[in-house]
């Protein structure tokens, strides 16, 4: 059964900094890309960040670049998403997912090519 299981929300100052963990389970993460996104109240989810396998490639959204970076830990069938320097507009709740294909490809955030997602973390961002 796959199982993806989001960690490491909370309230944040803005210009601090949290870690997300994504916990996977029941496939093997080593042959999946992972994607990361959010979604802010009243708003459309948006794609955060993404990493292929074998971390070939990385991905980031406009908003986010040079502030947050994804990583994965295969041996821990763990992703991570260090986010530095946060903002009010970061404010969401952050949602892990594994990409419906296996194997390298360029990784993106369309959210019609993952199909199965965790249940969420919430960030908080204000002073």
């Known amino acids: 059964q796959v199982q993806l299981v989001e960690s490491g929300g909370g309230l944040v100052q803005p210009g601090g900094s949290l870690r997300l963990s994504c916990a996977a389970s029941?496939?093997?993460?080593?042959?999946?890309?992972i994607g990361w996104f959010r979604q802010a109240p009243g708003k459309e989810r948006e794609g955060v960040s993404c990493?292929?396998?074998?971390?070939?490639?990385?991905y980031y959204a406009d908003s986010v670049k040079g502030r947050f970076t994804i990583s994965r830990d295969n041996a821990k069938n763990t992703v991570y998403l260090q986010m530095n320097s946060l903002k009010p507009e970061d404010t969401a709740v952050y949602y892990c997912?594994?990409?419906?294909?296996?194997?390298?490809?360029?990784?993106?955030?369309?959210?019609?090519?993952?199909?199965?997602w965790g249940q969420g973390t919430q960030v908080t961002v204000s002073s």
């Open positions: 997912a594994k990409d419906a294909s296996i194997g390298f490809r360029l990784c993106a955030l369309r959210m019609e090519e993952y199909d199965y």
């Open positions: 029941g496939f093997t993460l080593d042959y999946y890309a």
């Open positions: 990493i292929s396998i074998s971390d070939v490639t990385t």
